[in-house]
């Protein structure tokens, strides 16, 4: 079976160490993204995410992640961040590892997530196409957080939106 992968990057213009605690740390998750988090910031430490379900173009509200439990699986301070998440209850075709990396660049780090593995199937379309948004919706709203300290856990959100939103601050 052949299968795609997700892989979103963006320079966001903050320190890695900064963008780390960004995202294992459960009270700075809380302020950003999530309507609540529960972390252990450890290799093989538990990790519990709840996603609000985030209004969509026309004030629709739009599919969220809902509830995932999983464990922290490759940490590496200022470098990495990776999870290893329990199947929610019915899902079907999601693989469980997501990545992402931080390097340091000039002027702030390049982040990259990597979420791989969905299958190549025309029947698995939509859940690819799902997932793919809300990660983009997450790394948008990673950049408008660390850039500005601002927040938008409600709305949907893409990496274009938020340049423009973060680009006169340069």
């Known amino acids: 079976m052949s299968t795609r992968d997700i892989r979103l990057a963006a320079f966001l213009r903050a320190k890695p160490e900064l963008i780390y605690r960004t995202l294992t740390s459960a009270r700075e998750l809380t302020r950003w993204w999530l309507l609540g988090a529960e972390t252990d910031a450890r290799n093989a430490g538990r990790v519990r995410m709840i996603w609000p379900r985030a ?16 464990v922290f699986v490759d940490l590496e301070p200022a470098r990495k961040v ?8 019915g899902e079907k075709g999601v693989p469980p590892l997501a990545s992402i990396f931080i390097l340091p660049a000039r002027g702030g780090s390049e982040v990259t ?12 379309d939509l859940l690819y196409q799902g ?8 790394l948008a709203k990673l ?5 500005t300290g601002r ?4 709305e ?9 939103l973060t680009r006169s601050r340069r």
Request: proline fraction near 2%.
């Open 143 to 147: 950049k408008l957080y660390v850039e």
């Open 55 to 70: 209004r969509g173009r026309g004030g629709r509200r739009a599919v969220g992640f809902g509830e995932r439990e999983g």
């Open 113 to 124: 997530l990597l979420h791989a593995g969905f299958s190549s199937a025309a029947s698995a």
């Open 131 to 138: 997932h793919a948004r809300a990660w983009e919706d997450g």
């Open 82 to 89: 990776a999870w290893l998440w329990k199947p929610a209850r």
């Open 156 to 164: 949907s959100v893409d990496l274009e939106a938020v340049r423009i």
């Open 151 to 154: 927040t938008c856990k409600l």
